[in-house]
């Protein structure tokens, strides 16, 4: 149980396009999502927190408008990268909590996804 | 803010037992885990500690909390090829939403 899922797995874009990341939890219903961005041979850095149903609450230095997150369902987020740049490319990884797992506090994340902004 | 340190590589014979070490410095954690990943995917839980425990096994998974000193630790017992990985500790605050991660500690086994 607790899987967690990510469309696409990796992604190349031309610079200036938008590229939207899905996240899914599959088998419980994710009340938070959390998105995190890791550069190479880095730890993970959280971006923003997203409940279901409600604005997402972004990390300090993380630009609200250009990573719009949508979490309309309990079992859905999205995170778009809006008119990316190189500088955007990295691997995004999205995390779920939530309820009918047996640890509610626990995050379980999804296998990433590769962007890459040519 | 929170911190939390890992050594950033670890290398130990097929065999042996491997033990990764993370300090962290908010004592109001209430959960401490592990995550393992291999390269190019995702992070995929290991195991968790609560806060009020100092001990926890889970098949070749040890888990040791030191509390009072805010020390963790993960000991692999006869490690494996498989379990080259990169590990991170991490940790929740009580009363906070997310996660806050170690840098990572890179395990190597020669074979």
């Known amino acids: 149980g607790a899987v967690v899922s990510q469309h696409p797995s990796w992604v190349i874009c031309k610079s200036g396009t938008s590229v939207k990341i899905e996240c899914r939890s599959l088998?419980?219903?994710?009340?938070?999502m959390f998105w995190y961005r890791q550069f190479p041979k880095q730890s993970l850095m959280l971006m923003a927190t997203?409940?279901?149903?409600?604005?997402?609450?972004?990390e300090q230095g993380v630009e609200k408008d250009k990573f719009l997150i949508n979490h309309a369902s309990l079992t859905l987020s999205t995170l778009t990268v809006t008119s990316a740049h190189p500088e955007d490319s990295s691997f995004y990884i999205c995390?779920?909590?939530?309820?009918?797992?047996?640890?509610?506090?626990?995050?379980?994340f999804g296998p990433g996804t590769r962007l890459l902004v040519l | 803010g929170e911190d939390v340190e890992q050594s950033l590589f670890l290398s130990v014979r097929e065999g042996d037992s491997s033990v990764i070490n993370c300090t962290y410095t908010?004592?109001?954690?209430?959960?401490l885990y592990w995550y393992k990943q291999e390269p190019g995917a995702g992070l995929q839980l290991l195991t968790y500690i609560f806060s009020n425990m100092d001990m926890k096994q889970d098949q070749r998974l040890t888990v040791l909390l030191n509390k009072k000193d805010k020390h963790l630790s993960l000991r692999i017992a006869d490690t494996q090829t498989g379990d080259s990985a990169i590990y991170f500790c991490a940790e929740g605050p009580a009363g906070a939403n997310n996660l806050f991660f170690g840098t990572g500690t890179r395990l190597t086994v020669i074979p």
């Open positions: 997203s409940n279901e149903g409600s604005k997402a609450t972004y």
């Open positions: 995390s779920a909590r939530g309820q009918g797992i047996a640890t509610q506090e626990t995050q379980y």
């Open positions: 908010d004592s109001s954690s209430t959960y």
């Open positions: 088998d419980f219903q994710a009340t938070t």
